[in-house]
């Protein structure tokens, strides 16, 4: 999904969709590490049972 602004980016040099990039990249960690966060909680709580 990232991969097309940098192709638009790499293209035509546009700052405003290099930082949509960036925003999508934040956006993308962010969730990720929600879930990650979720998984390790679901883990722990399941194994002291």
């Known amino acids: 999904m990232i991969d ?21 990249e934040e956006a993308y960690q962010s969730t990720h590490q929600k879930s990650n966060i979720q998984d390790t909680n679901s883990k722990l709580v399941n194994n002291g049972q």
């Open 4 to 24: 097309l602004p940098w192709k638009v980016f790499s293209k035509t040099g546009s700052v405003e969709t290099y930082l949509l990039m960036k925003q999508m």
